[in-house]
């Protein structure tokens, strides 16, 4: 059973910055296309970006796009989210989930597993 556990949320003005960090056990890291997605309240799951399994491919969502960077390290069974310029629309839990297939990775009905979240909300 592949587990997902991410760290990282928490509380920071518009314009800083955070780093999610997205820890995997159970099964060879490096099979699965890894994927960060998000959920505002009243509002449903988003997908962020996303990168194959060996790193080399990433996608990002439009409203990501130029401010979120998305990193996996193979060698420390891990998946980042670096978030700069971060504003109050990026305010949400922010979900890891990891897919052994690329073209299933950016769907969240999709997703083979998913981690349970972590808060990150961005202040005025």
């Known amino acids: 059973q592949v587990q997902l556990i991410e760290s990282g949320g928490g509380l920071v003005q518009a314009g800083g910055s955070l780093r999610l960090s997205c820890a995997v056990s159970?099964?060879?890291?490096?099979?699965?296309?890894m994927g960060w997605f998000r959920q505002a309240p009243g509002k449903e799951r988003e997908f962020v970006a996303a990168?194959?399994?060996?790193?080399?491919?990433?996608a990002y969502a439009d409203s990501v796009q130029g401010r979120f960077t998305i990193s996996r390290d193979n060698s420390k069974n891990t998946v980042y989210l670096q978030m700069t310029s971060l504003k109050p629309e990026d305010t949400a839990v922010y979900y890891c989930?990891?897919?052994?297939?690329?073209?299933?990775?950016?769907?969240?009905?999709?997703?083979?597993?998913w981690g349970k979240g972590t808060l990150v909300t961005v202040s005025s």
């Open positions: 989930a990891a897919d052994s297939y690329w073209y299933r990775i950016m769907v969240a009905r999709s997703i083979d597993y």
């Open positions: 159970g099964s060879t890291f490096s099979n699965y296309a």
């Open positions: 990168v194959t399994g060996g790193g080399g491919t990433t």
